[in-house]
């Protein structure tokens, strides 16, 4: 709580300061500790600790104890009265048979409870977003200025919304900057533990660490916090053509007993973007039955291996970006519980000027204006609609043709023909 009173997180894991506070029991320590100690050899006890995630005076007393059960042994003094461990034989037999149960070495878990506490302190729609920072979220690509009104109200409801239009008008590109505009980083658990189910919860491919912020004077020191948590940027968790029904649910991993948490809680208080979507693997109803429920009471329910059912919460930006009406894809009672529905028209012709001009120059070719004043010219001929993309995917052909010739990085006509001849399969 203190931490969070003196830096912007609206959630602080505060460090635990006895067995108790972990919520977690003194048996699943010390097999932690065992099977931690298995994975590095010869280990301190305070390095120990710093693997499991937890402060040294709440490991110190385990290791102590675990020696005296003659499971690990010293094997030489260590700085700052502590030693090196090693296993026994009998640890080792005994750090088997905790690895035939659950084979998880790392962070300690936290409890499903803390988590979901969490969740609630940090839900994106905590801080609604003004026009100018959705527009600062957005330099950095090309839309319509109109876009703004229609995307801010949508972000702020922390809901679901639509983005659908044409291809290659960047609908995945304008995605994935809303999530910069949702606010500050978030905390999140390696690992959930919950009536002996250990979920893993942190995944590199959509947590990215964020630094601890520092406290001024003593008041707060940056290493008062719990280690089995980690900042992060707010998840922006991407998913296309792949994603089956398997993903939103806990997959548990019978050999190792270590079960992997579903793609909505690995984006929560963030952005969750379903791509391409109607081109799943499984029907767009049967995708938007699973999270009627959900979306409409902000909490989910999974099942673990025992059985058991939890609920957690609910909380992301859900996009779901289409170039088919969503009106051809599901019925009225989904699309009340998504209510933005929001159209991405192909760029106007001042648009493609801009984007002519920023790509040429990002790639390297000298200001050619008469290029974008061709490329409209040849969208008329062949009635062709122009799409964001286009520019970047074109400039770059003319860039691989030139190289290959090794001439000059030019934008000339014949050159721009090329590109557009292979570029859109002509016949």
């Given at each position: 709580?203190?931490?969070?009173?003196?830096?912007?997180?609206?959630?602080?894991?505060?460090?635990?300061?006895?067995?108790?506070?972990?919520?977690?029991?003194?048996?699943?320590?010390?097999?932690?500790?065992?099977?931690?100690?298995?994975?590095?050899?010869?280990?301190?006890?305070?390095?120990?600790?710093?693997?499991?995630?937890?402060?040294?005076?709440?490991?110190?007393?385990?290791?102590?104890?675990?020696?005296?059960?003659?499971?690990?042994?010293?094997?030489?003094?260590?700085?700052?009265?502590?030693?090196?461990?090693?296993?026994?034989?009998?640890?080792?037999?005994?750090?088997?048979?905790?690895?035939?149960?659950?084979?998880?070495?790392?962070?300690?878990?936290?409890?499903?409870?803390?988590?979901?506490?969490?969740?609630?302190?940090?839900?994106?729609?905590?801080?609604?977003?003004?026009?100018?920072?959705?527009?600062?979220?957005?330099?950095?690509?090309?839309?319509?200025?109109?876009?703004?009104?229609?995307?801010?109200?949508?972000?702020?409801?922390?809901?679901?919304?639509?983005?659908?239009?044409?291809?290659?008008?960047?609908?995945?590109?304008?995605?994935?900057?809303?999530?910069?505009?949702?606010?500050?980083?978030?905390?999140?658990?390696?690992?959930?533990?919950?009536?002996?189910?250990?979920?893993?919860?942190?995944?590199?491919?959509?947590?990215?660490?964020?630094?601890?912020?520092?406290?001024?004077?003593?008041?707060?020191?940056?290493?008062?916090?719990?280690?089995?948590?980690?900042?992060?940027?707010?998840?922006?968790v991407v998913v296309g053509g792949e994603l089956?029904?398997?993903?939103?649910?806990?997959?548990?991993?019978?050999?190792?007993?270590?079960?992997?948490?579903?793609?909505?809680?690995?984006?929560?208080?963030?952005?969750?973007?379903?791509?391409?979507?109607?081109?799943?693997?499984?029907?767009?109803?049967?995708?938007?039955?699973?999270?009627?429920?959900?979306?409409?009471?902000?909490?989910?329910?999974?099942?673990?291996?025992?059985?058991?059912?939890?609920?957690?919460?609910?909380?992301?930006?859900?996009?779901?970006?289409?170039?088919?009406?969503?009106?051809?894809?599901?019925?009225?009672?989904?699309?009340?519980?998504?209510?933005?529905?929001?159209?991405?028209?192909?760029?106007?012709?001042?648009?493609?000027?801009?984007?002519?001009?920023?790509?040429?120059s990002r790639l390297g070719f000298p200001e050619?204006?008469?290029?974008?004043?061709?490329?409209?010219?040849?969208?008329?001929?062949?009635?062709?609609?122009?799409?964001?993309?286009?520019?970047?995917?074109?400039?770059?052909?003319?860039?691989?043709?030139?190289?290959?010739?090794?001439?000059?990085?030019?934008?000339?006509?014949?050159?721009?023909?090329?590109?557009?001849?292979?570029?859109?399969?002509?016949?």
């Amino acid at each position: 709580m203190l931490g969070s009173l003196l830096c912007d997180d609206t959630f602080w894991p505060a460090e635990p300061t006895s067995l108790a506070e972990t919520g977690l029991s003194e048996s699943f320590i010390e097999a932690l500790a065992l099977k931690t100690i298995n994975v590095a050899g010869t280990v301190s006890g305070r390095n120990t600790a710093e693997r499991m995630g937890l402060p040294f005076r709440i490991v110190e007393p385990l290791m102590d104890l675990l020696r005296t059960r003659k499971l690990v042994a010293h094997v030489r003094p260590a700085p700052f009265n502590d030693y090196y461990y090693s296993l026994t034989e009998q640890g080792q037999k005994q750090t088997q048979a905790h690895l035939q149960h659950c084979s998880y070495v790392g962070p300690a878990p936290v409890p499903l409870q803390d988590y979901c506490l969490s969740v609630e302190a940090q839900a994106a729609g905590l801080d609604p977003i003004d026009r100018d920072q959705l527009a600062a979220a957005m330099a950095d690509i090309s839309y319509q200025n109109s876009l703004l009104d229609q995307l801010g109200p949508a972000v702020n409801s922390n809901t679901g919304l639509f983005l659908y239009g044409p291809p290659g008008n960047g609908k995945t590109t304008i995605a994935r900057s809303l999530t910069g505009c949702l606010g500050q980083e978030i905390w999140i658990p390696h690992a959930i533990l919950d009536d002996g189910n250990l979920i893993k919860l942190q995944d590199d491919a959509f947590h990215r660490e964020a630094p601890v912020p520092e406290g001024n004077g003593q008041i707060l020191k940056a290493d008062e916090w719990d280690r089995r948590w980690m900042r992060i940027q707010r998840p922006t968790v991407v998913v296309g053509g792949e994603l089956v029904m398997d993903n939103l649910e806990v997959r548990h991993d019978p050999r190792s007993n270590i079960c992997e948490a579903p793609l909505q809680m690995k984006s929560n208080c963030g952005c969750l973007l379903i791509d391409d979507f109607g081109r799943q693997r499984i029907a767009p109803e049967e995708l938007l039955n699973r999270w009627i429920v959900p979306l409409e009471n902000k909490c989910d329910y999974l099942t673990l291996p025992t059985g058991k059912k939890i609920q957690i919460p609910f909380e992301q930006l859900i996009i779901f970006s289409t170039n088919i009406n969503p009106d051809d894809l599901v019925d009225e009672a989904f699309l009340r519980r998504v209510p933005y529905k929001i159209f991405v028209d192909n760029p106007s012709a001042q648009e493609m000027r801009i984007l002519m001009k920023t790509v040429a120059s990002r790639l390297g070719f000298p200001e050619t204006p008469e290029a974008a004043e061709y490329l409209l010219e040849y969208y008329k001929r062949s009635s062709r609609p122009p799409r964001r993309c286009h520019p970047r995917d074109l400039l770059t052909q003319v860039a691989n043709y030139c190289r290959y010739r090794k001439i000059p990085l030019t934008l000339r006509p014949e050159y721009l023909d090329q590109a557009c001849k292979s570029y859109f399969s002509e016949l």
